[in-house]
């Protein structure tokens, strides 16, 4: 008997399109619960043990300063909520007490902007979320820190309020600074965010355009036009306004990706422990060596402060991934951070509202839940901010 065959064909352009229209209708929609219109986003403030903790004073010598310079005024019932200007305040009138800089972290004399690359092109890696969490972190420390989201994917733009469908325009992404034709000053393209201390480049699709535009100026043959130092030439223009700048590369060695690695003073390469990950960092980090070798000889430059792996989604007690991670700090030793980013129902469920640890209350967790998941952000933000800290010579 034979058998009837479908000749009906999905025609796949036309199906993705479609789903993809529809997907996004609905994410709008879902947005406009979550987050309505008129609505925007905000940094809650901290408690008095939270902000000694980021401006790296006991919490005793904390109230007293506060108290001396009234900031922030107390409530009611005396007690006292810091914003993040109030610590800004209070590190100047440190400075100010001590009769030199040392709380305000700002950079001074010849200590060179710190651009760091984070990056990997295997999903999963929580390449993301480590980006959004250290440039909130280093913010919050007091420095002054830029995000660019170079992923055409713009997780990172959506999670600090700018969506990428509907706040993004034409020439808005970083596209719009190192585009061939007609590129804009990337002062114009950076906006603030609802954290002080922290601006941010959005991203979207026409990221891609870089991608498919660059090999027809590469076959023009203009010297003018190298692709791998356009990130660096642009940020050249807006280097003494900040003192970091976090780079959240696409998940894929592009054209994007290999002018962020020229741009980049450092790098920081997210992995999770399972084999699968690793085997495919493996070929990861192969074909990067090779890239980097080609620019290398055009004159791109391919040296760094300094390169760390940092393991991400750690499950400490699972068997497997602790081998990994004996295997992989048996191989690279001190190029790995001695930190890892543990996994935790506390990040995720964070980020199902867009949002980052640092910006949810402590009482929406169990307290065990939200510690553990602090003290691991602490741990790895903080190591990193050793390294930069170090590159300026400082202890």
């Known amino acids: 008997m034979l058998q009837t065959v479908n000749t009906r064909f999905e025609h796949l352009p036309s199906t993705l399109a479609a789903d993809a229209a529809e997907l996004q209708r609905q994410l709008q929609l879902h947005q406009a619960r979550v987050f309505p219109p008129t609505s925007q986003k905000t940094i809650r403030q901290f408690s008095p043990s939270e902000a000694a903790g980021f401006i790296g004073i006991g919490e005793t010598y904390l109230r007293q300063i506060a108290a001396e310079i009234n900031v922030p005024e107390p409530s009611a019932n005396g007690r006292r909520l810091y914003s993040l200007s109030d610590m800004d305040e209070i590190r100047a009138a440190l400075d100010v007490k001590n009769g030199a800089p040392k709380y305000v972290p700002l950079r001074r004399g010849n200590e060179k902007l710190q651009v760091i690359a984070v990056m990997n092109f295997k999903g999963g890696s929580a390449k993301t979320t480590t980006s959004a969490h250290l440039a909130q972190y280093l913010s919050l420390r007091g420095y002054r820190t830029l995000a660019i989201d170079l992923d055409p994917q713009a997780s990172l733009s959506a999670m600090f309020g700018h969506q990428p469908e509907l706040d993004v325009g034409e020439g808005e992404t970083l596209h719009g600074a190192i585009r061939y034709e007609n590129p804009l000053p990337i002062s114009s393209i950076v906006r603030s965010t609802y954290t002080p201390n922290l601006h941010i480049i959005p991203g979207n699709l026409e990221l891609m355009e870089f991608e ?184």
């Open 212 to 395: 498919h535009e660059t090999p027809r100026y590469m076959a023009g043959g203009d010297a003018a036009t190298m692709f791998f130092a356009r990130i660096g030439e642009a940020l050249a223009d807006i280097e003494s306004l900040y003192d970091v700048v976090v780079l959240d590369c696409p998940p894929q060695l592009g054209f994007l990706t290999m002018s962020a690695l020229c741009a980049a003073t450092s790098v920081l390469i997210t992995v999770h422990p399972q084999m699968l990950d690793v085997m495919s960092m493996s070929q990861f980090l192969s074909m990067t060596s090779e890239l980097m070798s080609v620019v290398e000889k055009a004159g791109g430059r391919t040296s760094y402060d300094w390169m760390r792996y940092l393991l991400t989604r750690y499950e400490p007690n699972d068997g497997p991934q602790a081998q990994m991670s004996g295997f992989m700090r048996a191989i690279f030793g001190n190029r790995m951070l001695h930190s890892a980013m543990l996994k935790s129902t506390a990040i995720s469920d964070a980020g199902v509202t867009k949002q980052t640890l640092y910006e949810v209350d402590r009482a929406q967790f169990t307290r065990g839940t939200y510690d553990r998941a602090m003290e691991s952000l602490g741990a790895v933000n903080g190591e990193v901010e050793e390294l930069v800290r170090s590159v300026w010579g400082r202890k």
